[in-house]
């Protein structure tokens, strides 16, 4: 199956943005909270940051799932990765007129580019299942992750070095040279990312808010009258709070608890270990499909997640922190990747773009809540106990996905 998907030129080039956008990713990932709290020093300013790149999921996601569905996914796609690209700019720009970039503009800079990925997103999974089909929404879905997980394995340490070597704003320079090659490469695919739409559908649309208002409502209906799709976004809240939280504390953890405040390389080892965790996961989940139902698999995660997190917060050092953190990061993918490919399946086309937009949007909206209620956390008690408390709230999570209907659900053929 894999291979076939590489006798399509437009999802090979689907593929190679992907890997463009993921480094720029990781590299910020790494530099934008390295940059805020080398500046402040506070578990706050590095969580608000953490908070700034998952909260417009929560404000915008209903608006940018409906305008995907509706409007032209290419198009969007390619304004959104163009305007993370400027945005991105600005920071080695004030690096150079005034020396440097205040911790309110990064966190801003953060909250921007999140913002634009919202669009971008809603309307990437749409183009996906038109460029590849329903069928090979597994293959694909795997390929893109493992692919895009190789990528962070190494763009973390990359982002180090640089970081190290020049400064954390060149490497946010290099971020927005990623997503302005990225943009190219999705203008240059030739395929179609629209369903077919007939002359008389269009006729008869009404006025855009209007239709905007019917679009989110349907798809927010379609998410509450399906049982498995509404506990994987019940569910997926929980668990982007808890991860809210431990990606937020991250840097907080690394300077407080493994003592290496100002070696961003460490850092970027640390990240990269997580991100093996990651490819590990992506690659095992179609073997993993083919052997276990879909909704177990979830519930495994949630459990690993909860386990390893218990691991990490009792870690004093660098070897056992990195191997939980690999723990919580597979387990944390397998959660998402499942949870994804799952809803694209059973989600019809024309509702491709709200479902996925308005799931994320409640499942994601956990994020900045927990990245803020981390970084109180960790001011008021300590980091270690925060990770504690999250970890005992991922086994939570766990004993109630059993009561749910992931636990017998099976994938039916087509």
Partial sequence: ???????????????????????????????????????????????????????????????????????????????????CAAVLASVPAAAVIVGYASPWHLIAVSFLTAAAFVGFDSASHGALLQLVGRQKLPAANSLLISSDTVVRIGSPVIAGGIIAAFGAEWAIAVTAVCY??????????????????????????????????????????????????????????????????????????????????????QLGMLLTCGSLGALLASLSLPKLRNRFMPGRITIAGLAISGASLFGFALSGEMIAASLFYLLWNAGSTLIIVNGITLRQQL???????RVHASSRMIAYGGSPFGSLSGGMAAAWIGVQPSYSFMALLMIVLSAIAIRTPLQTYIMKKD
Wanted: zero cysteines; hydrophobic letters at 45%; charged letters at 15%.
């Fill in 180 to 265: 302005l090659l990225s943009a190219l490469l999705i203008w240059s695919i030739r395929q179609s990312f629209q369903p077919p739409r007939t002359p008389i559908a269009a006729e008869l649309r009404p006025k855009l808010l209007q239709k905007l208002h019917a679009d989110i409502r349907e798809g927010l209906s379609y998410i509450w009258s399906e049982p498995l799709i509404r506990s994987l976004t019940l569910l997926g809240f929980g668990n982007s709070f808890v991860g809210g939280a431990a990606v937020g504390l991250i840097v907080v953890y690394g300077a407080r608890v493994l003592g290496f405040a100002d070696d961003a390389p």
């Fill in 347 to 353: 989600t019809p086309d024309h509702l491709q773009g």
């Fill in 1 to 83: 199956m894999g291979s076939s998907l590489w006798k399509d030129g437009g999802f090979k080039r689907y593929y190679f943005f992907n890997l463009l956008s993921y480094f720029g990713s990781g590299l910020s990932m790494v530099a934008l909270p390295f940059y805020i709290y080398e500046q402040t020093s506070s578990p706050i300013y590095t969580a608000l940051a953490a908070a700034s790149t998952s909260l417009p999921y929560l404000l915008f996601g209903l608006f940018a799932g409906a305008l995907a569905d509706s409007g032209n996914r290419k198009r969007i796609m390619i304004a959104s990765d163009l305007f």
